[in-house]
């Protein structure tokens, strides 16, 4: 584990660009244990600043520090660091174990100890019983978690995944996403970036928001959308007789209004996103009306750059 006295990672003031495209732009972060989202849309940076992080770019200007390391002064760091790629060759003919036993050889194990570390990570990572199956026949999922598997194999401090739940089904999400909360546990320090809020509130409630190469927001998420309850929240709901569902919205405190959307959904509109959602059960079984569902359509990173970018201008 790392030091308490030297965070995992040190990112001062570090800028990439790529000719006049700017892929960072004066980032500064201090992080270490547990795990952290890297949250922002597609081009927000993301994958530039893992590569920063691996050394596969070198800063335009700014240092990084992993355990208090320039890695472009000592490669030293990454024998404490697992990498997973957002996207990445695998070798199908090989069987999972093989895979990441190999690895773990070039770690410098023995074949006996490769391969009791082997079969404890894709055990960790929920794949023990299909580790002799060729990885030509996983699923995208199981691609997934064997490339996790992979970059523990030498139990590393750090571990950085690069869009880690990346087309996988809803089942391969769950897994890895606890696979991901069982390392913050441990103590790692993790990093994991994802342009999909919902996935990152499900694995981690301290956040890193980038937006255009810029730290937008860093912290708690739930602090962080609590500061946002001066905007306007939507809450869209489907019912058999929208107007008359808005009646019973009208006269309670949190909400300032409502409107009808498309047929059959009525938006009603709030600056306490909370309060709103504390009083919609009771205004509903009072309405007596059936509804077919009810949505945050705010509830989303897109919304939450908006407001943190309106803040910020």
Known sequence: MSTKTTPAVVIDKCSKWYGQVIGINEVSLAIDGGVTG???PNGAGKSTLFKLLMGRLKPSSGNVRLFGVDPWESTSPYRRVGYVAETEKLYDWMTGHDFVSTLARLHGMT???ASDRASHVLDFVGLADVQNKEIGKYSKGMRQRVKIAHALVHDPDLIILDEPLHGCDPIARTSIMSVIRDLGAQG?????SSHILDEIERITEQIVILHNGRLLALGNLHAIRDLLDKHPHRILIRAE???KLAEYFVPEDPVYGVRFAEEGALEVLTNDLSAAHDVLPRVIVDSGLKITSIEN???NLEALLGYLVGDAS
């Open 38 to 40: 890297i949250l922002g």
């Open 111 to 113: 074949r006996e100890e």
């Open 188 to 192: 790692k320090t993790v990093l994991v």
């Open 241 to 243: 007789n929208p107007r």
């Open 297 to 299: 359509p705010d509830d």
